[in-house]
């Protein structure tokens, strides 16, 4: 089963996402590393990122891997370089990108098909493009101000203020959501879950009981 967890910066994806991986003990995947890595290719490579064709062609060059907790390029761990503040500005626009996202979409259904068809996968378009048969859709939400400050608390902000990190919220957000390929959007079918709300228990809990539900089960995982 694939479990599709969509949602914006700040939300606590990956924190979900793998604590449910974890509690059903399948393996999760953290599709915007691959779009971080994907942009890191670019800009190691010096090209200009509003060159499409050479933009693609690198991208599609490229050997990205997420694997065993770590992000490889070209068989170089970059687990720390994809989240630098480089990538970070730059990964809006390379992951609008039409051809990019062919690549990586591809990239992670296979990555999924080899391990089984059973993963929780984590990103904007999982519930929508990705895979939009998933049995559990799920779309994590939360107050901005609420997103803003937990971001501004994570290693990559290196200390920026809220406001500034906000910003940059904000900034993304409205690169993701009106991009023409593959908004930012709940998928029809997705269950919306308000993570400002509940602590990240609760969250996983409720995922957990929609999985159960899926499966017929009387009781959560």
């Excluded at 967890?5 to 059903?24: E, M, N, Y």
């Excluded at 599609?60 to 687990?79: K, Q």
């Excluded at 107050?143 to 203020?161: F, I, K, L, M, T």
């Excluded at 997705?190 to 957990?208: F, K, N, Q, S, Y």
Aim: net charge negative; aromatic share 2%; charged share 25%.
């Amino acid at each position: 089963m694939v479990i599709a967890i969509d949602g914006p910066s700040g939300v606590g994806k990956s924190t979900v996402t793998r604590a449910v991986a974890d509690r059903l003990g399948c393996a999760s995947l953290d599709t915007g590393a691959t779009y971080r890595a994907a942009t890191l290719a670019v800009l190691r490579a010096g090209i200009d990122p509003a060159d499409e064709p050479a933009v693609v062609s690198v991208v599609a060059a490229a050997d990205i891997d997420v694997s065993d907790g770590a992000v490889r390029l070209d068989g170089e761990v970059v687990s720390d370089a994809i989240r630098e503040g480089e990538v970070t500005s730059a990964v809006s626009g390379i992951a609008a990108i039409p051809g990019v996202r062919r690549l990586l979409v591809a990239l992670q259904r296979h990555w999924v098909e080899s391990r089984g068809g059973e993963a929780v996968v984590e990103g904007r378009d999982i519930g929508t493009v990705v895979f939009p048969g998933a049995p559990v859709k799920v779309f994590l939400t939360a107050p901005a101000e609420v997103r803003a400050v937990r971001r501004a608390g994570d290693d990559e902000s290196s200390g920026r203020s809220v406001d500034d990190v906000g910003a940059d919220l904000e900034r993304r957000d409205h690169a993701d959501a009106t991009r023409a390929a593959s908004p930012l959007q709940p998928a029809d079918d997705a269950v919306v879950i308000d993570t400002g709300r509940l602590t990240v228990d609760a969250v996983v809990d409720e995922i957990l009981r929609l999985v159960a539900e899926r499966n017929g089960q009387q009781r959560p995982v």
